[in-house]
């Protein structure tokens, strides 16, 4: 079966935003926080959707294809272990060395005071969703395994180029 380079990339970029379309839809209307690790669980999804994007306007030979699925399964393999590490502080395996939170930064030492006094302090090692007790770090963690089995399973079939 030969499948289109192009509709390898959408795929993936589609999958990568509607994933975090998903994140920020329940960060802004389920008014859930956002932890430091949380934050960069979305990294992995933003870097395939660019790559991805900007694959579509590259017509590359079967092993420059196969080398981008090769990125792709990289970027997802991180995103799988920074998810893995993640539901591991949550679920008190490991403990975190430093403060994780969502503290952020203000202009001026008065906004600052202000910006500290009404922040809801978001804790890495506490679950802030769970579904049947799957918390988010875990979905993040499916997900790029998932993603990650897709691109390999890509890359092998853009390894082979078009069929003769």
């Known amino acids: ?34 932890c430091t690790l949380c934050f960069y669980q979305r990294i992995p999804y933003w870097l395939v959707a660019g790559l991805a994007f900007g694959a579509l306007f590259f017509n590359g030979s079967p092993k420059a294809n196969f080398s981008i699925c090769l990125v792709f399964t990289l970027i997802f393999a991180s995103g799988a272990a920074l998810s893995f590490y993640h539901v591991s502080v949550e679920q008190g395996w490991l403990v975190i060395l430093e403060a994780c939170g969502n503290v952020k930064t203000s202009p001026s030492i008065d906004a600052l005071r202000e910006s500290l006094a009404t922040a809801r302090i978001v804790r890495c090692d506490e679950v802030a969703w769970s579904f ?9 963690l499916l ?22």
């Open 1 to 34: 079966m030969t499948v289109a380079p192009k509709t390898i990339w959408f795929s993936f970029m589609g999958a990568s935003l509607a994933i975090l379309a998903v994140a920020h839809g329940f960060e802004v209307l389920g008014e859930l926080g956002l």
């Open 132 to 140: 049947f007790g799957i918390s988010l770090a875990v979905f993040y």
């Open 143 to 164: 997900a790029s395994c998932f993603l990650m089995a897709l691109a390999i399973v890509a890359a092998n079939t853009l390894r082979k180029g078009p069929m003769s």
